[in-house]
């Protein structure tokens, strides 16, 4: 990349190059502060049970929460976050959604195996 081509991050994994903003060095007091901010305003997210620290652009976060989905919420905000390098996700999740009955079971017509009479299956050697 050249002195004036700069990165725009819509997701950590999804780096555009731009005539965007260039990028600068934020303080972890900086970064720590808007983490706090985006958990705060996230309707997915209790951040009461969440406790964030940030060193040297590494952001970690830790605590418990009530299911999966708030755990993945409270990492995307942090990840979000300008100047965020890595994220340590640590929080705990209380509840554990169960798969339904019928989510487990496997799907009829499905056995262990390929069936006689499937193209592509080969006998069964005993």
């Known amino acids: 990349m050249d ?4 990165v725009t991050c819509v997701r950590p994994y999804q780096a555009l190059e731009s005539e965007a903003t260039p990028l600068v060095p934020r303080s972890d007091g900086e970064i720590l502060a808007d983490i706090v901010r ?3 305003l996230d309707p997915w997210v209790n951040e009461q049970g969440v406790d964030a620290h940030v060193s040297q652009g590494v952001a970690t976060l830790e605590g418990e929460v009530d299911v999966l989905n708030e755990k993945r919420a409270a990492g995307d905000d942090a990840w979000d976050t300008p100047g965020v390098l890595d994220v340590n996700n640590n929080l705990r999740v209380r509840k ?3 798969l339904s009955r019928a989510r487990r079971a496997a799907p009829s017509g499905r056995g262990a195996g390929p069936r006689q009479g499937t193209p592509g299956a080969r006998p069964r050697s005993r």
């Open 96 to 98: 554990l959604e169960r």
């Open 3 to 6: 002195q004036g081509t700069y």
């Open 38 to 40: 985006s958990l705060e």
